[in-house]
């Protein structure tokens, strides 16, 4: 994968098109994402709770369920993509599905979404 860390708050990822940057969401745009994930097959969202961002460097775990989730819901992953990036959803869909998962890797890895998601149980339990 092509990152280049910034700071502590976003990663650059060199792409075909160009470069992206990833930012880390901030509280606000967690509620953009949350909608566009409740978009998004149950089978995403059991993907990344089963996997540590590390883990997800790994790009045959990442196409052995995306080529599902972009043929269900190729707008709302590219809406996903939009949020945690400097680029509009219509720039991923025009994109390269290599960029993409690339992407989605760094914005996985930067805001360390599996600790937002115990939070959340936390919280809920």
């Known amino acids: ?11 650059t990822v060199k792409t075909e098109g160009g470069d992206v940057i990833v930012h880390k969401l901030a509280l606000g745009d967690y509620a953009v994402l949350l909608r566009a994930l409740k978009q998004l097959p149950k089978k995403f969202g059991a993907f990344l709770e089963e996997n540590e961002a590390g883990d997800l460097q ?57 600790r937002v998601t115990e939070s959340v149980k936390k919280i809920m339990a």
């Open 1 to 11: 994968m092509n990152f280049i860390m910034g700071n502590s708050k976003t990663i």
């Open 58 to 114: 790994d790009t045959s775990k990442l196409f052995a369920v995306l080529p599902d989730i972009i043929a269900d819901a190729l707008p709302e992953f590219c809406d996903l993509l939009s949020v945690v990036s400097d680029q509009d959803a219509e720039y991923f869909i025009n994109g390269d599905l290599a960029d993409a998962i690339d992407v989605l890797a760094a914005a996985l890895e930067l805001n360390d979404y599996k």
